[in-house]
């Protein structure tokens, strides 16, 4: 699949390589900064690109232009990484399961996995079913000639398995749950279908010039402790185990209870969200890379109140291994400007107090 100019990219030296000096746990001198979904939303930039198009599928299924996205918070933001535009559903389309991106109202299944018998139209996947993903990170690695890593992704088993026998997105997601007490064995034969066609992914991901990866398990904090660990840590486990080639990241959003079995895993870095004091994190992970996790509310505020608060964050992770974020995706309304005053504040706060490890 890849040609040798592409390999050739993938081993080129990077001109900044903060990101993944700070998830390896090597001393950097400054804190490294990135944004969860910055590529879109909030930039006009981006929406000129998605006008367009007629969906936001075809956005992410036509490799020059998820490029062409992936790019501009590079250009325009400066932060430290590039993440490739794509989404983590693509994986049960490829599986057999297509979704549709309702404007305003998110994914939506017109069929969903109901039963053991639905299975049977669920394939695990090979991996080239995705080649347009591989191809925009070709295509990006080009592109960014080096500036900057860039990072590839995939959705945790059990968030994907929640949209699959959901059909859509909901603040209960009460059919999947119910599906793991009704029919728990039809549930890990889908979630090992899932891990399986997860770590392909990733490792063509990889193949194809990505940088580090992470996996976004962002309904965890739905479930009870006793169901995460039994229906979503064990498979992030096995995907922990089989990516070894790049650094990888989990952020498993709402699992403040489980961060010390995640800490466990054979992963550089655990991503935060904004209800996990940095303080609590360090003590609980000590030896690993940690990633966050501001509130994405703060970058409504004041210039003065998000310089406060960004300091405040740094300072909390100070001595450890951090890569600076929000504690999740940045939101669609947010003024570009304040999202600069951030990263600015991360570069400067972090040089000048000797943040960075």
Excluded at 46 to 59: D, M, N, Q, T
Excluded at 145 to 161: D, E, K, M, Q, Y
Excluded at 193 to 198: D, H, N, R, V, Y
Excluded at 235 to 255: C, H, M, N, Q
Aim: include cysteine; aromatic fraction near 10%; hydrophobic fraction near 40%.
């Amino acid at each position: 699949m890849l040609g040798e100019c592409f390999i050739y990219l993938c081993a080129m030296p990077l001109k900044n390589d903060l990101i993944l000096k700070a998830a390896n746990g090597e001393k950097v001198p400054r804190t490294p900064v990135w944004l969860m979904r910055q590529a879109g939303r909030i930039l006009p930039e981006y929406r000129a690109v998605r006008e367009k198009l007629g969906s936001f599928k075809e956005l992410v299924e036509t490799p020059e232009l998820a490029a062409e996205v992936t790019i501009q918070p590079v250009d325009i933001l400066n932060v430290d990484a590039a993440i490739i535009f794509s989404d983590i559903l693509v994986i049960p389309e490829a599986m057999g399961l297509r979704y549709q991106m309702i404007e305003k109202k998110g994914p939506y299944f017109p069929k969903i996995v109901g039963n053991a018998g639905d299975l049977s139209g669920i394939n695990t996947i090979e991996g080239e079913e995705l080649s347009y993903v591989y191809r925009a990170i070709e295509i990006t690695k080009s592109e960014l000639n080096g500036r900057v890593p860039l990072i590839g992704f995939a959705g945790a088993p059990w968030t994907i398995f929640a949209y699959m026998t959901e059909g859509s997105g909901s603040k209960t997601f009460s059919k999947a749950r119910r599906f793991l007490y009704q029919q728990p064995d039809t549930a890990h034969k889908l979630l090992e279908m899932l891990t399986e066609s997860i770590i392909r992914y990733l490792k063509l991901q990889i193949k194809a010039g990505a940088d580090m990866v992470q996996i976004f398990d962002s309904w965890a904090g739905i479930l009870t402790p006793h169901h995460y660990r039994q229906f979503s840590l064990k498979y992030l486990d096995r995907i922990a185990s089989s990516i070894s080639e790049v650094p990888l990241t989990i952020f498993a959003k709402g699992a403040w209870f489980a961060l010390e079995d995640i800490g466990k895993l054979d992963c550089n870095t655990i991503g935060l969200d904004w209800n996990v004091d940095p303080k609590d994190a360090t003590r609980i992970l000590p030896g690993k890379t940690l990633q966050g996790n501001l509130d994405p509310c703060v970058l409504y505020a004041d210039n003065e109140d998000i310089i406060r608060e960004t300091n405040k964050m740094l300072d909390g992770f100070k001595g450890q291994a951090h890569i600076a974020n929000l504690g999740h995706g940045v939101y669609p309304d947010t003024d570009p400007e304040k999202v600069r005053i951030f990263i600015e504040t991360v570069k400067e706060y972090s040089i000048s107090n000797q943040i960075a490890k």
